[in-house]
């Protein structure tokens, strides 16, 4: 079935969560971030979680979403899509205990050669009912048709361009074992990521890694080296996603100059040179 005009503005149920220990601390581990901070909760000060953790949930609002309003999208074709697009901004750092509850809403539908691409804008709460993040992700259906156009909002969160010459490079290096992981760490189940006839089914050479996880892994290393290590700085991250990690590989990260405000520019390759996230932003203020 093609992706229709009439998805937009389309906003699916809410998908809520409270931040326990277990999963902020498993979120971590799902990208092998073994900073002793992020697992000793003996003290009273509530842990700090991964700046990507808000990605669970939001994965589980476009889930509801798709489940109340997409069916026109088959479960064959649901699992040809592709994560192509991320921005979240966080308007404050999230923590051990925070309640949570994130709503999706389709914000562009477009068609595309390689298939239609559905643009969704995701916003969690609190539960005080205070904007706690707002993220937009964008998914390409790959041989999905659309009838139509709706473009969405232009999202940047900085307008600097990034530097000619990296100023650090990271390499990380995925194991096999890397999808499994990351989905039962991270909870975010996509059955491409960890079922071989699945994957080769959909047409890749592969497991890859999660789109998320890539991005989960770079906020990692930036976090760790430009943020001294201390999640409530990040205040927001975004990259297009323009290639597949393989597992196992090695990714690299290249980080660029920052600028004025207080924007980091990054991408990722493979360990074949191919762009993985391209035109990364991370957004950095105080400790919080």
């Not at 700090?48 to 026109?72: F, K, M, N, R, T």
């Not at 074709?77 to 309640?99: C, I, K, M, Q, Y």
């Not at 600097?160 to 992981?181: C, H, K, M």
């Not at 909870?187 to 959909?202: E, S």
Request: charged letters at 20%.
């Amino acid at each position: 079935m093609p992706v229709l005009q009439t998805m937009a503005g389309l906003t699916g149920p809410a998908a809520s969560d409270v931040l326990d220990d277990r999963w902020v601390m498993n979120y971590f581990a799902a990208v092998g971030d073994s900073d002793p901070r992020y697992f000793d909760n003996r003290g009273d000060t509530p842990l700090p979680a991964h700046a990507a953790y808000v990605s669970h949930l939001e994965w589980d609002a476009i889930g509801l979403l798709h489940e109340a309003h997409l069916e026109a999208l088959t479960p064959a074709e649901r699992v040809r899509g592709v994560h192509s697009f991320n921005s979240t901004r966080l308007h404050r750092p999230l923590r051990s205990g925070d309640a949570l509850s994130s709503t999706a809403t389709v914000v562009g539908v477009e068609r595309r050669r390689a298939g239609a691409k559905i643009t969704m804008r995701i916003d969690t709460v609190d539960d005080a009912g205070t904007a706690v993040a707002t993220s937009y992700t964008a998914t390409n259906f790959l041989g999905v048709d659309a009838d139509g156009d709706v473009l969405p909002p232009e999202v940047r969160l900085s307008t600097a361009a990034a530097g000619a010459e990296p100023v650090r490079t990271e390499d990380i290096e995925i194991g096999p074992l890397a999808p499994y992981v990351f989905s039962e760490c991270a909870r975010d189940y996509g059955i491409i990521h960890t079922d071989l006839k699945v994957a080769t089914a959909a047409g890749f050479p592969g497991l890859i890694l999660h789109g998320t996880g890539n991005i989960a892994y770079a906020v990692s290393s930036l976090t760790r080296h430009e943020c001294g290590g201390d999640p409530t700085r990040v205040r927001g991250f975004q990259a297009r996603l323009t290639g597949m990690v393989l597992c196992p590989s090695t990714m690299t990260v290249r980080v660029f100059d920052s600028t004025g405000d207080d924007a980091v520019h990054f991408d990722v390759l493979t360990d074949s040179g191919e762009v993985a996230l391209a035109d990364g932003i991370l957004l950095i203020g105080d400790p919080a």
